[in-house]
């Protein structure tokens, strides 16, 4: 194994993959997990007939990582290797990349997608992979799209359907699901090894090579009070309390406290009640109070005049889409208020102490001859936008050498990043050339930057997984991992608790190891079955639940003016991606806008225009019209953008795979003799 460099504990956890047992590698982050799965994927190559390797990994940007640092390496001299992520062009013909290469690696949807495709040039199946490996492996539960991909393979083990490939997943944190004791923590371990069919192995004889070779970081709670008066949040809670005298909810409808993750899931609700009554003063006030209590989030944790920016940005597009006297009111409030909220924002004597704390933290790692990196994680994407700004303007942050970059999800909406925007980002983090990420949680898993010797998490609520993950992106000796919150703030105890729960794993685990085989093989085939009788009867609800209204009889309404713009009949299903509208009357319920582009092109459509609702001044947007093969213009709709009439009531869903009735596959042969004979 010393062609590869694997240290002791490294070679120790390989022993049973190398025997073709299949098997969940636990080591922590930075412990060299996916040189480990090289070399039992170089092993595998050597002594198994028509070998081939498959890579799964959960986020864009570690396909390339995981190509170009491990992979190509260490096999491309004698392997065929191939990258494919959604913006390659072979993902096109992505089962012959896998017929004519060795080892391919590749998101798990893309290799989901191959396995239920039915075009040959597209289809994988199964029995051509001989070795799977998978990689952050915990996510392998509930709807995950790498348990879409292990039901498919438990299902062919259950049935005595085969060859099926060795399976090896990569952890740094199983995670208790839940859990609070030990015997619930062992149930979720077993039902993770279960959906893997795979046993779980760490090191034993070697944990102190291990301790030393991947040290953890100096954490420290970098704690601030509570800010003494914040007449700016004051001021927010006024005019909140207004809006919900105007609105009058029903007595049987309690709201809890503002400025509150409650609260606003409160108002979620509050909307949707408000559009199935068809009742806009409820629906439209809680859309409203949503937006004042993300000011009073934001202004928690990021600068006031964050929080006052973000809050005018909402008003300035509902300036243009008043069409009854809530929306007047709604309008006539923030206006009659503005001023005084910008005056407020920009009072710096009430500026919140958590960013001060901030500074101090960053300050005291960076300097201008230094050469630190670190990664400043925090929650949403527009988190990321106002952090990176104040770091742009703040002098003594700047005059210590900072360099900000901001690291998102990629996607399609325009506040996500391109997958050429995270590699560029990446690419520089690496290079020196940016030495602060600031990230949402994409940056957590697998992001390999050994250089990295500064962690901190701001404003953050996460589970015992995404601490562990966070934490191991520092990776020099002596890094620092900083919680920055608010004293006796939810913060600190759930990084306390996070701890808790980091110790149960380990426990669990322990006790998952010491069964014998023959219990241990016991438990996870019930656990199988169980599982794949769970799958089909949540299957069957799902089907029962799409016939449950005939599209006849269900009716699209804009969900912001409630007028009825379309029949679920004129509803087709394109590629299994697009829902588009096909009856050319729906063209005149809405009015185009702006032209939207992607970072990539697509087989057979290309994007065109925004839609918005034509009913006034409504301007709901709804989606986007396609070009679909070069002739058929089509709109293609966000379901979560209207209410559904059925016969019995009205309803709300927020994707497609919600609605009550079944949508048939969009005929392009039939739609040209319609439209064009």
């Not at 494919?84 to 896998?98: A, H, L, N, P, W």
């Not at 005149?588 to 582009?597: E, L, M, Q």
């Not at 966000?638 to 019995?648: D, G």
């Amino acid at each position: 194994m010393a062609d590869l460099g694997l240290y002791g504990y490294q070679e120790e956890v390989v022993q049973r993959a190398l025997l073709g047992e299949n098997i969940i590698i636990w080591l922590p982050t930075g412990g060299g997990k996916t040189r480990a799965a090289v070399y039992v994927a170089k092993r595998h190559l050597e002594t198994t007939p028509n070998a081939k390797v498959m890579v799964l990994v959960n986020r864009v940007h570690l396909v390339d990582q995981h190509y170009t640092k491990e992979f190509k390496p260490h096999l491309g001299r004698d392997y065929s290797l191939v990258p494919v992520t959604g913006d390659s062009q072979v993902k096109d013909f992505f089962g012959i990349v896998v017929q004519e290469s060795d080892v391919v690696i590749c998101t798990a949807q893309i290799f989901y997608n191959a396995l239920t495709y039915e075009e040959e040039a597209k289809h994988v199946e199964l029995s051509d992979i001989t070795l799977l490996i998978i990689d952050e492996c915990h996510h392998t539960n509930k709807e995950s799209v790498y348990n879409k991909v292990m039901g498919l393979y438990v299902e062919k083990k259950l049935k005595g359907e085969g060859p099926l490939p060795q399976i090896l997943g990569l952890t740094a944190s199983p995670g208790v699901g839940g859990a609070k004791i030990l015997e619930y923590a062992v149930e979720y371990v077993l039902q993770i090894c279960a959906n893997l069919d795979s046993a779980i192995v760490s090191t034993k004889n070697y944990v102190p090579e291990l301790k030393e070779k991947v040290p953890r970081p100096v954490k420290t709670f970098d704690i601030v009070d509570k800010r003494p008066l914040d007449p700016f949040g004051d001021h927010l809670k006024l005019i909140m309390e207004q809006i919900h005298e105007y609105m009058n909810p029903s007595p049987d409808f309690r709201l809890r406290e503002f400025g509150t993750q409650e609260y606003e899931a409160d108002v979620v609700v509050l909307e949707q009640r408000g559009v199935r009554e068809g009742n806009r003063v409820l629906s439209q006030c809680a859309l409203h109070l949503r937006q004042y209590n993300d000011s009073l989030l934001i202004n928690d944790t990021l600068r006031m005049m964050d929080a006052y920016l973000s809050l005018e940005e909402f008003y300035d597009i509902k300036f243009t889409t008043a069409i009854d006297a809530t929306d007047f009111f709604l309008k006539r409030t923030f206006r009659a208020n503005q001023s005084e909220l910008r005056r407020l924002a920009g009072d710096s004597r009430y500026e919140n102490p958590k960013m001060f704390k901030l500074e101090s933290v960053l300050l005291k790692q960076f300097g201008p001859n230094g050469q630190s990196r670190g990664i400043l994680f925090c929650k949403t994407r527009k988190s990321t936008h106002y952090l990176d700004d104040w770091v742009s303007t703040n002098k003594a942050l700047q005059e210590a050498g900072i360099s900000a970059s901001i690291l998102t999800g990629s996607g399609n909406g325009i506040s996500y990043m391109t997958q050429n925007e995270q590699k560029d980002t990446i690419r520089n983090f690496r290079q020196g050339a940016v030495n602060l990420l600031i990230s949402t949680s994409v940056a957590e898993e697998g992001l390999d930057i050994p250089e990295c010797n500064l962690v901190v998490r701001y404003g953050l609520l996460t589970n015992e997984i995404a601490q562990q993950q966070a934490s191991g992106r520092a990776r020099v000796k002596d890094s620092q991992y900083s919680v920055v919150a608010q004293k006796g703030g939810r913060e600190v105890r759930r990084e306390i608790t996070n701890e808790y729960l980091e110790e149960l794993t380990g426990q669990a685990i322990a006790v998952v190891q010491e069964m014998s085989f023959k219990e241990f093989c016991t438990k996870i085939a019930v656990l199988q079955k169980e599982s794949v009788l769970m799958r089909k009867a949540a299957e069957g609800l799902k089907m029962q639940r799409r016939s449950e209204h005939s599209p006849s009889n269900t009716q699209l309404l804009c969900r912001n003016c409630f007028k009825p713009v379309a029949s679920a009949g004129d509803i087709k299903l394109i590629d299994n991606t697009h829902y588009v509208n096909i009856n050319p009357d729906f063209k005149k319920h809405y009015k185009v806008g702006d032209r939207i582009y992607f970072d990539r092109t697509f087989d057979d459509w290309e994007p065109g225009r925004i839609i918005q609702c034509n009913n006034g001044s409504c301007n709901k947007n709804w989606g986007y019209e396609i070009k679909y093969k070069v002739v058929a213009v089509l709109p293609n709709l966000a379901i979560k953008n209207f209410a559904l009439e059925t016969p019995n009531g009205r309803i709300t869903v927020k994707k497609w795979k919600g609605v009550t009735f079944p949508v048939e596959t969009f005929s392009f042969e039939r739609y040209c003799q319609d439209n064009f004979d």
